[in-house]
């Protein structure tokens, strides 16, 4: 797939976005959530018991199914549809449909609809995307952790199931203020163990440090957005993962035994 700047409008409805593998900088044993990352740029899953990922491969204007809390609703932009999922599609040439929910996370029901299993039930399956995006949940941080995970797997089995097909990439936590909360950190560890143990890619805007003090102010909405991303930060957001889409696409096929395999033969 190669991406391009953007030449066509995007289209946008509600449904769903999954997950995929761990980055580079996996983020196992990290006790400082603000630590630099092993690598600048995400590759397949290195975390213990992880499963390489496969490169991606969406083909030419694919439809992409974005799922997540109030960051991928759009929240703060001028207008819901200049949020980062939306603004997306350009990017790839293709078309996002977009279901954000304000609120809602894997264990908690948010503002306009329920967690996100409910939701992922509620999906229809005829959407048939090329890829989905689930992204979150900040939202989780002040619910019970020992629930976490059995609702992360919970949804995400459900997502599999009514997307058998699909590839699924998981989009972690970003940052919604600094210095970054230890339950933002433990959230986003935990996706990125859960994503790489199905083989799938991750995408880790904490690990990555998309969004630190030097940006912060223009990526963040700290007044009457209440630290939502800006117009500028649903850019910047959109630009990093059509990025990561991108290398998820070029990453080499890796055998068993650790060797690179051509993914052209």
């Known amino acids: 797939m190669t991406l391009h700047p953007p030449t066509r409008r995007r289209r946008a409805a509600l449904a769903v ?3 995929l593998t761990v980055v580079a900088g996996a983020v196992l044993g990290i006790t400082r959530p603000w630590m630099p990352p092993v690598e600048t740029a995400p590759v397949a899953a290195a975390v213990d ?3 390489a990922p496969i490169p991606l491969a969406l083909g030419e204007h ?5 799922f997540g809390d109030s960051w991928t609703y759009g929240s703060a ?3 819901p549809t200049l949020g980062y999922a939306y603004l997306l599609a350009d990017l790839i040439q293709g078309e996002t449909v977009v279901d ?3 609120g809602s996370g894997y264990q908690k029901p948010g503002v306009d609809g329920p967690t996100y299993g409910e939701r992922i039930a509620a999906l229809d399956a005829d959407i048939n995307p090329d890829a989905v995006i689930i992204e979150g949940s900040i939202n989780d941080r002040r619910e019970d952790p020992a629930g976490f995970v059995p609702a992360v797997n919970a949804a995400w089995d459900a997502l599999t199931t009514k997307f058998p097909e699909t590839p699924i990439i998981v989009m972690g936590p970003a940052p919604h203020e600094l210095p970054v909360g230890a339950t933002t950190a433990r959230i986003d ?3 990125a163990t859960l994503a790489a143990s199905r083989g799938w890619w991750y995408i880790s805007p904490v690990q990555d440090r998309w969004i630190t003090e030097a940006n912060y102010l223009d990526v963040i909405d700290v007044g009457a957005g ?3 991303p800006t117009d500028a930060g649903h850019r910047f957001l959109a630009e990093k993962v059509s990025d990561a ?5 070029d990453a080499p096929v890796t055998a068993a035994d650790g060797t690179r395999l051509d993914p052209a033969k």
């Open 62 to 66: 694919p439809t992409v199914l974005v």
């Open 245 to 249: 889409l991108q290398q998820f696409s």
């Open 100 to 102: 954000g929910v304000r």
């Open 226 to 228: 209440r630290k939502h």
């Open 77 to 79: 932009a001028t207008e």
């Open 189 to 191: 560890r935990d996706l």
């Open 17 to 19: 976005v999954g997950a």
């Open 49 to 51: 018991s992880g499963i």
